[in-house]
Every structure is written in structure tokens, then in C-alpha cells.
């Protein structure tokens, strides 16, 4: 048994089976990974996968307990690296922390600038996808933490903290007949053509969830992942915005009021995730008490260790 053959177990899951995509993520030949398979398939003496002729289609029923074995494995192999690395003293490396647009531009910049003053010699990479693409980032090890307001805290395969709360807040142009009313409600707000988040995006859940709880259908006439686009179509009057209140300046919003909604909308809650059981360098600690300085090292190794030892279906 080697790693080489567990990889290309690993592999041949996440590549839905496709050889060829397992060949080429591993850097060898289609031939050789089907060799590693049914080297490791002959030595432990069960099939992993199942096969129509000489093609992968599935795995069998020992073949889904191997492989979150092999998981385990391949996960404590990287903590290995990874610990050795922290303690013989290297300062270098790399951090991939995956996180939505809004997260990056508004919520993350003086944590990324302290960051590098105090890391240099880290290579800091700011991924930007949607929430499930920051999960799926995750459990395949492509990055190192997390951070999102949907879906994180709710995967099973992922240890999530909460980091902070915030609300949503209504843009208009200041003429808006909104801006004469001392507390706008949902009715008032549905009269109008809505400008928001995507679905699946920065708390919009809580958005649909709201005015489908007071039984209206409000008109959502454009969405984006971004709130500056929000900002300047709901300046351009093509409909009332709906944003994340830490996406609005008042100085360089000079053409929006802002509108509190904060009786409107449930809070949302953004929260910080890492891969279970997985080992966090110093300096992967260090981002994640930048960010949220409630969450200590120790408060989030305790997390970590303690979601190793506990079934999947538990985790955080």
C-alpha cells in the first residue's frame, strides 16, 4: 500500500470516476491509475469500485468505507507536513482562505493588510466563489479556510465558528419615496421593484425568507453576486437595493440613503470554516484571530481535535 494508490482512489471519487481526469490531476498515465487501483483492490481483497467493462461507474459497498478511510489518511499525511513544517521554525508558506465577493471586499481588507505586515514571507491567496463552491474548496483540501455567511456552518464534513453577525440595510436614490416614510415595512418596500443578492448569496435566504412569511411576492427585478452593482443600479432608480450593511460608505455612496432594515430582517451570521481534523498552521491561526478575535488558537484547535474523533454526521 502506498500513497500513491490512495490518491488515485481519492482522485478517481472526485472526478466522478473519469480516468483520464484522475490521470491527468495525479501527473501520470490512465494505465497506471488503473493499475494503482486494483494493486490496492488485490492487496486488500475487496473491489472498491464497480465496473462496466474496464470503466469505473460507482463504488461498491466495502469501496464507500475505504474511501473515507482513505480520506483520514491522506488528511493526516497533509497534518504531518504540515506540523513539521510549524515546528521546525519555517515562517513560509501558503494560506488559501476561499470567501464570497463581499466577504473579500468589505469584511477582509485590514485583516489581509495586518496579515502581511506581520507574515511576509506567507503567500496569502484570496479565493472568491459561492458559498457551496467555498465548501467544496474545503473538503478537497484546494483551500485552507473558509469564509461565508451561507452553507459553511451547516456541511458536515467541516468544523465552522461564528464570527460575526450583521444585517441588511435598503439603498435608494434620495428622492425615493421610501426616504419620506420613518420606518418602511416589507408591504411598503414590496411596492417597489427589488435590486438584491443572488440566490445563495450574502443572507439572501433571510431576504426571500422575510417577505415569504408576511405572504408577499415582491418583485425582484435584478440580481448580483456584488453589491456595487446593487449600489449603482438602485442609483440609477431601477429599483430599491437590498444590501449588506458593511457594503454601504456613506462617503462614497454620496448618491443612496441608506435604510435601516434591521426590523425587517433576521441578522445574519458570517461564519469562518476549516476542514475537520485538519492541522492549521501558526500563521492559518494567526488570519483566522485577525478576522475574529474571539477565536483564539486555542479555542479553535480544542474545536478541531475534539470534530476528528466524532462521526461525520456530528460535525460542526
Do not use: C
Not at 20 to 38: F, K
Not at 67 to 87: C, H
Not at 104 to 128: G, I
Amino acid at each position: 500500500m502506498n500513497f500513491q494508490q490512495l490518491r488515485s482512489i481519492r482522485e478517481a471519487v472526485r472526478r466522478q470516476f473519469n480516468l483520464t481526469e484522475v490521470a491527468n490531476a495525479l501527473y501520470t498515465s490512465q494505465p497506471g491509475v488503473s493499475r494503482q487501483i486494483r494493486e490496492l483492490e488485490e492487496e486488500l481483497g475487496v473491489e472498491i469500485f464497480e465496473r462496466y467493462g474496464k470503466r469505473l461507474t460507482g463504488l461498491t459497498e466495502p469501496g464507500r468505507e475505504i474511501v473515507r478511510i482513505v480520506e483520514r489518511l491522506l488528511l493526516e499525511a497533509e497534518n504531518l507536513r504540515q506540523a513539521g513544517d510549524e515546528f521546525a521554525g519555517r515562517h513560509t508558506g501558503r494560506l488559501t482562505v476561499a470567501t464570497t465577493h463581499t466577504q473579500a471586499r468589505y469584511a477582509l481588507p485590514k485583516v489581509v493588510q495586518s496579515f502581511r505586515r506581520e507574515y511576509p514571507h506567507v503567500t496569502l491567496a484570496l479565493q472568491e466563489a459561492s458559498p457551496a463552491h467555498i465548501v467544496e474548496l474545503l473538503l478537497t483540501g484546494q483551500a485552507d479556510i473558509g469564509i461565508a455567511t451561507e452553507a459553511v456552518a451547516s456541511e458536515a464534513g467541516l468544523t465552522s465558528f461564528e464570527a460575526y453577525s450583521w444585517q441588511h440595510v435598503i439603498v435608494v436614490s434620495p428622492d425615493h419615496p421610501l426616504t419620506r416614510l420613518p420606518e418602511p415595512t416589507l408591504e411598503d418596500i414590496a411596492n417597489f421593484p427589488l435590486i438584491t443578492y443572488d440566490a445563495g448569496f450574502t443572507g439572501r435566504r433571510k431576504i426571500d425568507g422575510a417577505f415569504a412569511e408576511a405572504g408577499l411576492q415582491p418583485e425582484i427585478v435584478l440580481t448580483a453576486m456584488d453589491a456595487d452593482v446593487i449600489k449603482t443600479y438602485a442609483e440609477l432608480e431601477l429599483g430599491v437595493g437590498i444590501i449588506a450593511s458593511m457594503a454601504y460608505d456613506a462617503r462614497k455612496d454620496e448618491g443612496l440613503v441608506r435604510i435601516s432594515a434591521d426590523h425587517l430582517f433576521e441578522p445574519n451570521v458570517t461564519s469562518v470554516a476549516v476542514r475537520r481534523g485538519a492541522y492549521l498552521r501558526g500563521y492559518a491561526h494567526a488570519f483566522i484571530n485577525m478576522f475574529a478575535p474571539h477565536l483564539s488558537r486555542d479555542t479553535v484547535s480544542t474545536a478541531l481535535a475534539e470534530s476528528a474523533h466524532r462521526p461525520a454526521l456530528a460535525a460542526a
